[in-house]
RNA sequence: GGGCCCGUAGCCUAGCCAGGACCAAGGCGCCGGCCUUCGGAGCCGGAGAUCCCGGGUUCAAAUCCCGGCGGGCCCGCCA
C-alpha cells in the first residue's frame, strides 16, 4: 500500500508542478486513445508493419494504464477507509497514526514477532493471547447475542499443534515431491497429482500448485499449521469426521490441506476432512470489506432488525385497538425480550436464506421484505395458542404430556379417518416430507432447505386454519384430526426452530 | 491466461446432481377482495418470466453435452 501511495503522490505533484490539468489517468487514456486512432489509419492504409512496430509500446502504455488505475481506486478505496476508521474509532486511529510511520519498519517488527512467537517465545506469545482473546470476546458477544457459543477453542500457539506443525515440516520435507526454493519448503503438488489418483480426482481440472509449507524464515504458514490442526483433530480429538466452515475464496487453499494430509500418511483423515463451503454477503449496491471500513455488522443487522419489529407491533396494535395501549400496561421489559428474539430468529433466516454456495445480497434499508424469520416464529405462537386451548396446559412446557396426549386422541380416531379436506391433505403431504428433508440437508450440507421447509410447512398451516375451523369444528373425529394435524406440525416446527438456533417464544 | 461457482418475473429465491404431469413454484413489492368467534405479522384473487445467448443429445431440456456472454471467487513464501 504505501509505494502505491508514494508513486500516487510524486505523480500527483509532478502533474502539478508542469501545470497539467489532467491527471495521469486522462493522459494515458488519451495516449490510448490516439493509437487505436493510428492503429485504423495504418492498417486501412496498407501500413500493418509500421503498426507492429508501434503494438509493442501500444500494449505497454495499456498496461501501465490498467496498473494506475488499479493503484487510483485502490487509493481511494485506502484514504475512505481511513477516513472511516478516524471517525469511528478516533482513539485506535491517533495511536496508530501517531505509532506507525514507517510502513516498512512496522512490517518487519511484525515478522520479528511471529519468528519470536513461532519460537515458543513466552513473552510476545502472551501479547499475542492478550491482542486474540480481546478480538474473541467480540466475537463471543456478537454471536451470543444469535445464541451461539462454543464448547472449548484451540490455540495455535499451543505447545501441541506447534510440535505438530514442526512434524508436518519434518514430514513434507521427506516426500520427494518437497524440495527447497530460496530456502522455503514447497510441496509441488503438481507432480504429486501425477502419481496419486485421490489428488488429481481431489483437483479435477484444476491445477494443484506449489504448496509452501515453511517460510524462507523458518516459520510456518497458516496453511501448515491447518494441517497440523487437521491432524490434531482427528488424533487428538478422536475426531471421526472434520467439517471445516469455511468461505469459498479458501476452497483450493483445503484441497491443499487435504492433499498434504493424504501425502503424510493420513489417507483415511484426508477423506474425512469436509469442507463447509458458504458464500460471502454482500449488501445491495456495495461490496463489503473489513480492510476497507465498509461493512455492515452482525450487530448492526440484529439492532435494525428490533426496530422493524418494534415498528411493525405498533402498527398492529393500532390496527386492532385503534390506539396503542397505554404504557403502564405494556410490559416493557418483556416486550424488549420478544423484540430480540424476533429480531435473532429474523437474522438467522436470512443467513439462511439461500443456498450457501450462493452469494447472499440484501439491502439493509428494506430489512422489513426480509421477514421470513418473523413470520415463521409467528405461525409456531399461534399455533400454540390452538393446543394451549385444545389440552388446556402450556405445549412447551408440557412436550411428553402432549405427546401421550396426541396418542390417546390418534387411538380414538383410527379407523374412523373421514374424507380428507385438501388442505389438510396437503398438510399430512408436507409432514411426511420432514424426515427426507432433514436427510438432504445433512447429506448435501445444505442447511437452506431447512427455512425452505419451515416456510412451506407454515405455508399450509396458515392455510389450514384460516379456511378450516380446528377448535370449533363440531365432527368430532374431523376436530381431533385437525388437533392431531396442528400438534405433529408443532412438534416438527419445534425441532426445525431448534435446529436453526431460533428462539422459542411462547406469546407475542 | 487457467480453474471453480453463479445467471430463473421489478427484486430475492426454489426446481438442475438422479430429463417427463414445469404452457416453471414460493416470498417481497404492486393491484383488487375478506375487519369470517380457534391470534389479521393472516387468507382469497389478479397482473408480471425470451428459465443469460447459440448450438447439440433425446420421443421429451430450466435440468444433460459443447461453445459464447455477464457476475463472483481462486491461481507459490497473507489469513
Known sequence: MYPLIELYEITDNLLKKFKYKHNLGEILSEITDTLEKIEKELTSKGYGKVWKELKENYDRISELKRKFNEVFSELSNYTSSEDVLSSIYPEIYAVLSREITDPDFAEETIREYMKRYENGDEEIGKVFREVSSMTLEGFKETLGKLGIWFDSFDWESSRKIRSLARKVIEEVEKLPYARREEGALLLDLDKAAMEHKFISELFGKDKPGKFIVQRSDGTSLYTTRDVAYSVYKFREYGAKRVYNVIAVEQTREQKQVKATLYLIGYKDEAEKLIHFVYEMVNLKGMRMSSRRGQYYSLDELIEDYKKVMVRTYVENQKRKYKSIESPEKLDIEKLNETFNKLAVASSRA????????????????????????????YTFVRIQGILRKAFNYEPLDNLEKINSDALKLYEKITNQLKDLDPVERELIETIQEYPSTLLEVYEYLKPNKLLEYANNLCIVLNKLYETLPVLGEKDPIRRNTRIILVLLSFIILKDLLEIMGFPLIKKI
Open 350 to 377: 436470512l443467513l439462511l436464506s439461500i443456498d450457501p454456495s450462493k452469494v447472499l445480497t440484501f439491502d439493509p434499508r428494506r430489512l422489513e421484505e426480509y421477514g421470513l424469520g418473523s413470520w415463521i416464529i
